[in-house]
């Protein structure tokens, strides 16, 4: 699965930035996340429970972080297993720039990824529309949560944002495809 967007966040890139490097802040806005722990400077472990469809499962998974460039970009890896539901590998390229009058940030990834298991045979239209609700649900909380100010029009930027997020995709696919968005330091 291949997958490319972007999506505009009502507020500065450094602030946008810190946040995703806040695994608390990541916690409280994944749906379903039941933990973060950071394993070492550029490795996380994630726990999530999700499902898709008539699946549902916990998910266990790791994500590796590399090219760091901050507060512009990076690139994660990450890989999931979810028992008997099926697993996920794959990567995601982010990256974040001032969007207007530096009181956005424009977020763009493009992200590959593998999936198996019970989780690949439930639908790639099941899938898709599992991650789309992760994603609007992800970026809702992480908005209001960015720029309280701006929650109302984070909402509305959730929700119009056709693609899924790479971050949510990252988890999605260690949750819902065996597979987040996420990853940060």
Same mark, same amino acid.
């Given at each position: ?118 989780? *690949?045979? @439930? ?6 529309? !599992? #991650? +789309?609700?992760? %994603?609007?649900?992800? =970026? ?6 960015? *720029?309280? @100010? ?6 509305? !930027? #959730? +929700?119009?944002? %056709?693609?899924?997020? =790479? ?19």
């Amino acid at each position: 699965m291949d997958m490319t967007g972007e999506q505009r966040i009502p507020t500065g890139q450094q602030a946008v930035w810190e946040a995703l490097n806040d695994l608390e802040v990541l916690k409280a806005c994944i749906p379903g996340c039941d933990s973060i722990e950071k394993i070492s400077a550029t490795e996380h472990q994630v726990t999530l429970t999700a499902a898709v469809g008539p699946v549902k499962a916990k998910f266990k998974g790791k994500m590796h972080l590399g090219d760091l460039d901050p507060p512009h970009s990076y690139r994660i890896g990450f890989e999931g297993q979810g028992g008997v539901a099926g697993f996920a590998k794959g990567e995601a390229q982010v990256s974040l720039a001032p969007d207007g009058d530096d009181t956005h940030t424009l977020m763009r990834y493009t992200v590959h990824a593998q999936v198996g298991g019970k989780l *690949a045979q @439930v639908g790639s239209r099941l899938i898709d529309a !599992a #991650a +789309k609700k992760l %994603a609007g649900d992800f =970026f809702t909380a992480f908005n209001a949560r960015v *720029a309280p @100010v701006a929650a109302e029009a984070g909402a509305v !930027a #959730a +929700k119009s944002t %056709a693609a899924v997020p =790479f971050w949510v995709w990252a988890i999605a696919a260690i949750v819902t495809l065996a597979a987040v968005f996420f990853a940060l330091r």
